[in-house]
């Protein structure tokens, strides 16, 4: 970490080109990335350009805007977009090549453009009841997307469904939720329709329910080295790391209150240390009972209340200096907080830690080199 700057998130590009073989390596179907919200915060296109350049095909985002900074950066990978409103402008999206995302009928009328044809993935809702359509609408839909295929106005190329369960491969009801996604390519197909990507799997079904897999499986959360099955691991490595230098340190006498309102107070005589990261930047308030970091080869307690700016750190008798390093989580590798442990400590998970951390803090990707962005380049650097 440069001695100019104050905080980091350290990603680790050859991590999530690892993760991606991982995944590649455990299904005969194509590999979706999910790079939408930033890339979970690790950064959109640099973690595209990872995941394409160690075997994923495909990109997935949830808007136009993330689909259309992709294309714009010259990534020209098949790309999914898929959370958009009933009336929303996307011409701009259609013309950038980038596959939408149809719920419903009034979707699929907003995605026909004058002069255009727009390459569409009907979804089925088949039991999650989020997005997708149910399965008294489907039958409907499909209808009219055959027939406005067959009049040249659209392009179906896929099918698809989330899944209700993320963290378990053997979740009771996965089954009947495949039996409903079989259901619903069945209907598509007696409509006439003829889609040549059908995708249901996320991370956990990606690696541990392969009856899920069909032509295209997406990962998310497991792209970024979080273990997404609670029953066993699969040897995926977690590629961030937050880390920040000691702005201030300061000996205080026992019984010193820390931070708002005093919850906290120094059992002895003790060091504290200040960390310029806070809630603004994606350290979770609730966590601050619990929460511990790692400096000088060990891990010592957050003192306190977690302000929007900064924490504070009891060192005890230890004796920490201003511009030492302090992890905030990283792999785990020696000893410091996982991004799992600050999610247990808030009460959340992975996914919110990650995407919370603030724009002032500043990515920095490391362990592989940023290949060119054409499709070709890619696969074959």
């Known amino acids: 970490m440069r001695g100019d700057v104050m905080t980091e998130a350290t990603v680790d590009l050859g991590a999530i080109a690892h993760n991606t073989r991982v995944f590649a390596a455990a299904t ?39 689909a259309l900074q992709l294309r714009a950066a010259g990534v020209d990978a098949p790309l999914l977009s898929w959370l958009h409103a009933h009336d929303a402008g996307l011409r701009e999206a259609i013309a950038a090549q980038v596959d939408l995302s149809v719920s419903s009928l009034e979707h699929l009328h907003a995605v026909l453009a004058d002069g255009l044809v727009p390459t ?3 979804k089925a809702d088949t039991g999650l009841h989020r997005n997708g359509a149910v399965a008294e609408d489907w039958p409907a839909l499909v209808r009219r997307a055959a027939e406005l295929e067959r009049q040249g106005r659209v392009r179906v190329r896929g099918v698809w469904s989330h899944l209700i369960h993320g963290e378990d491969s053997t979740a009771p009801g996965l089954s009947a939720q495949v039996a409903r996604f079989r259901d619903a390519l069945g209907v598509a197909t007696g409509a006439g329709l003829r889609p040549s990507v059908r995708h249901l799997a996320n991370s956990v ?4 329910a392969p009856e899920t897999h069909y032509d295209l499986v997406r990962p998310g959360i497991g792209l970024y080295g979080i273990e ?11 590629a961030m790391t937050l880390r920040a230098r000691l702005v201030l340190v300061k000996r205080v006498p026992a019984g010193s209150g820390v931070s708002y309102e005093h919850d906290y107070r120094t059992s002895c005589p003790s060091t504290l240390g200040l960390v310029p990261l806070g809630f603004a930047d994606g350290v979770p308030r609730s ?34 200096r201003p511009g030492d390093e302090v992890l905030v989580f990283g792999p785990g590798g020696q000893g410091e907080p996982t991004v799992t442990e600050w999610a247990e400590w808030a009460g959340t998970i992975p996914h919110e830690i990650f995407t919370g ?7 920095r990707h490391v362990g592989l080199p940023v290949p060119a962005t054409s499709t070709e380049e890619l696969r074959s650097g």
């Open 228 to 238: 997404p099955d609670v029953n066993r691991t699969y040897g995926l490595r977690p």
């Open 357 to 363: 951390i603030g724009a002032r803090v500043p990515r």
């Open 28 to 66: 005969n179907a194509e590999v979706m990335a999910v790079v939408k919200a930033d890339g979970f915060g690790h950064g959109a296109l640099a973690t595209a350009r990872a995941a394409l350049a160690a075997g994923a095909t495909w990109l997935g985002v949830a808007t136009c805007g993330e």
């Open 205 to 208: 079904a990606a690696l541990g």
């Open 120 to 122: 569409v993935h009907l």
């Open 287 to 320: 966590a601050g009972p619990r929460a511990q970091v790692w400096c000088r080869g060990r891990r010592f307690p957050v003192a306190g209340r977690i302000a929007m700016d900064q924490f504070v750190v009891d060192f005890g008798e230890s004796s920490p």
